[in-house]
């Protein structure tokens, strides 16, 4: 069963054949060539237990693209919102669809929803990761600066469940990582301990120079994820701000990436978000393309 729910589950050769076909498939959309319809008679169900609107709509527009069906189902709207396990929606979905997305609070709720389920599952954000986010955010790489391995990152902020897509991909694909923020919310350590286990490049700092000394990715995330409390996270997370005086800092090619939505004057700038080197728009369009690529790879049509 071909399920899509963390980067380390994949070996590089697996993600970086996604990312490629992800690119082809831009490629042929933008050239107005006629899109294959590999999805064609299928229909992909997505479950929402949280707001979404670049998920939502990449996955939905990308499934009519490919030729399929999507359709959304809140997760209010679910007998499981009433109690009804995860177990027996996985069973019973499996029979009506073709694949299952899923954006949920508790990551424990995917793994029982793709244990239960016969067919295909896609991680669409946990509180624990947000792999597709992180297929997008490669993709975006490549574009500005080539092959991954050996490109250094910068992450500023919130150790969340973005960090953590971030850290299963600089494993994977052998690029520096760079987390600054305060230590409180550095990213969970038994992950870190597998990062590192893993050969992974990944320098843990709480000193923001350091950071983005020279470095060609800079990436932030809101300070507040859906479900976080506020509690005093602004005041700690705002000397991780980006800002131009901090983009001066990193190379002079670098680009600025956020999953969105932002929260401007805070986790970054509009003088950063909405300069030149934003690579933000382009980051939420490749959604689009690379969800396409991981449903293909999924369903085993490409
Ligand atoms: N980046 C992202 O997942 O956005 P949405 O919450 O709008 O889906
Ligand atoms: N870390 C953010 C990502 C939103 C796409 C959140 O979980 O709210």
Same mark, same amino acid.
């Given at each position: 069963?071909?399920?899509?729910?963390?980067?380390?589950?994949?070996?590089?050769?697996?993600?970086?054949?996604?990312?490629?076909?992800?690119?082809?498939?831009?490629?042929?959309?933008?050239?107005?060539?006629?899109?294959?319809?590999?999805?064609?008679?299928?229909?992909?169900?997505?479950?929402?237990?949280?707001?979404?609107?670049?998920?939502?709509?990449?996955?939905?527009?990308?499934?009519? =693209?490919?030729?399929?069906? &999507?359709?959304? $189902?809140? %997760?209010?709207?679910?007998?499981? !919102?009433?109690?009804?396990?995860?177990? @027996?929606?996985?069973?019973?979905?499996?029979?009506?669809?073709?694949?299952?997305?899923?954006?949920?609070?508790?990551?424990?709720?995917?793994?029982?929803?793709?244990?239960?389920?016969?067919?295909?599952?896609?991680?669409?954000?946990?509180?624990?990761?947000?792999?597709?986010?992180?297929?997008?955010?490669?993709?975006?790489?490549?574009?500005?600066?080539?092959?991954?391995?050996?490109?250094?990152?910068?992450?500023?902020?919130?150790?969340?469940?973005?960090?953590?897509?971030?850290?299963?991909?600089?494993?994977?694909?052998?690029?520096?990582?760079?987390?600054?923020?305060? =230590?409180?919310?550095?990213? &969970?350590?038994? $992950?870190? %301990?597998?990062?590192?286990?893993? !050969?992974?490049?990944?320098?843990?700092? @709480?000193?923001?120079?350091?950071?983005?000394?020279?470095?060609?990715?800079?990436?932030?995330?809101?300070?507040?994820?859906?479900?976080?409390?506020?509690?005093?996270?602004?005041?700690?997370?705002?000397?991780?701000?980006?800002?131009?005086?901090?983009?001066?800092?990193?190379?002079?090619?670098?680009?600025?990436?956020?999953?969105?939505?932002?929260?401007?004057?805070?986790?970054?700038?509009?003088?950063?978000?909405?300069?030149?080197?934003?690579?933000?728009?382009?980051?939420?369009?490749?959604?689009?393309?690379?969800?396409?690529?991981?449903?293909?790879?999924?369903?085993?049509?490409?």
């Amino acid at each position: 069963m071909r399920h899509f729910l963390d980067l380390k589950d994949f070996s590089t050769d697996t993600l970086q054949s996604i990312l490629d076909e992800g690119l082809r498939m831009k490629g042929t959309q933008k050239s107005g060539d006629r899109h294959e319809l590999p999805l064609s008679g299928k229909t992909v169900a997505m479950i929402f237990e949280k707001p979404s609107t670049r998920t939502r709509v990449s996955f939905e527009v990308g499934i009519t =693209q490919l030729g399929g069906t &999507p359709l959304v $189902l809140s %997760a209010s709207d679910l007998q499981s !919102g009433r109690g009804e396990s995860i177990e @027996d929606t996985a069973r019973v979905l499996s029979r009506y669809v073709n694949a299952i997305m899923i954006r949920c609070y508790k990551h424990e709720t995917l793994l029982n929803l793709s244990e239960h389920s016969s067919v295909p599952v896609i991680n669409a954000l946990t509180n624990w990761s947000h792999p597709c986010q992180l297929m997008a955010d490669l993709m975006t790489m490549i574009e500005y600066h080539g092959p991954l391995a050996g490109q250094t990152v910068a992450w500023l902020g919130d150790g969340n469940n973005v960090a953590v897509s971030w850290i299963e991909a600089a494993v994977r694909f052998g690029f520096q990582l760079r987390i600054a923020g305060p =230590q409180r919310y550095a990213p &969970p350590a038994s $992950l870190l %301990a597998w990062a590192r286990a893993n !050969g992974g490049d990944i320098i843990l700092t @709480d000193d923001v120079n350091l950071a983005i000394e020279k470095v060609q990715t800079v990436v932030t995330d809101v300070w507040i994820s859906m479900g976080a409390d506020e509690g005093s996270r602004c005041k700690d997370f705002a000397p991780y701000q980006v800002n131009a005086k901090l983009m001066r800092s990193a190379a002079s090619d670098a680009i600025f990436m956020h999953c969105l939505p932002a929260r401007r004057g805070m986790e970054v700038t509009a003088e950063v978000i909405d300069g030149p080197q934003s690579a933000v728009f382009e980051e939420a369009e490749n959604r689009l393309h690379a969800q396409k690529a991981i449903m293909a790879w999924c369903l085993e049509v490409n």
